[in-house]
């Protein structure tokens, strides 16, 4: 089976700062797709950025980036600048066909 | 685009009633998903319609759940008779499947949170 692992439960950054949130995965597949969702408050799942394996050039998406390494399936996500309304849940995603797998969060805050 | 819409956005009920959950897909995404999230099990994919057709229902957790999709627009989950640990925000995802590769993005509605005393 298919596993995605978010080794941090609680994650906190200073305002304007950088932070990392890692995430890995297991498949034996080759072509398959990574996401990461955030989660606020208002508990709506709100897509921030997707990889797709077969792709080897980093996704960004304005203060968003992965470091996506296929070979060590590893896929963190990087928030650079962090503004208060980053605070929220983020949660790494593997999806191949009808296969969709979510760990299980990182809680992020952003300290003013 | 109103992006995927639920119904109710809360529902409270007691155990051994019938609760139906709703939801409209993004008009032109022919595939549909059914989450429930809870704080024990996290997020889990109970069923997945392509095409209106369910193509895996094996997450759903047991003969108390059903899900139908009628149409292209329309889905609903239904849990008969519900019992407390039922309690979970639902939330419906649907996405356009791209010819020639594996998937597409998945968007998810704002999720319905049921309360079963």
């Known amino acids: 089976a298919q596993t995605v692992t978010q080794s941090q439960p609680e994650m906190s950054v200073q305002e304007a700062e950088t932070v990392t949130l890692s995430c890995t995965y297991d498949?034996?597949?080759?072509?398959?797709?990574l996401f990461w969702y955030k989660q606020p408050p208002s508990r709506q799942m709100i897509l921030v950025i997707r990889q797709e394996a077969y792709k080897q050039q980093n996704a960004t998406e304005n203060r968003f980036s992965v470091n996506f390494q296929k070979a060590a399936k590893s896929f963190s996500l990087k928030i650079s600048d962090s503004q208060l309304g980053d605070a929220a849940m983020y949660f790494c995603a593997y999806n191949r066909a009808r296969d969709m797998r979510f760990g299980a969060g990182t809680r992020l805050t952003v300290k003013p | 685009d109103a992006g995927v819409i639920q119904s109710p956005r809360h529902e409270v009920t007691e155990m051994g009633q019938e609760v139906t959950l709703r939801c409209k897909p993004i008009s032109g995404h022919n595939s549909l998903f059914w989450y429930r999230q809870t704080m024990m099990r996290g997020l889990e994919l109970l069923i997945y319609f392509n095409n209106n057709v369910p193509i895996d229902d094996s997450g759903m957790p047991e003969d108390r759940f059903s899900a139908k999709m009628p149409n292209a627009s329309f889905s609903t989950l239904k849990i008969q008779p519900s019992e407390p640990r039922d309690s979970a925000v639902y939330f419906c995802?649907?996405?356009?499947?791209?010819?020639?590769?594996?998937?597409?993005?998945?968007?998810f509605g704002p999720g319905t949170r049921l309360t079963v005393l």
């Open positions: 995802a649907s996405r356009t499947r791209t010819s020639g590769r594996s998937t597409d993005t998945q968007y």
């Open positions: 498949t034996s597949e080759s072509d398959y797709y």
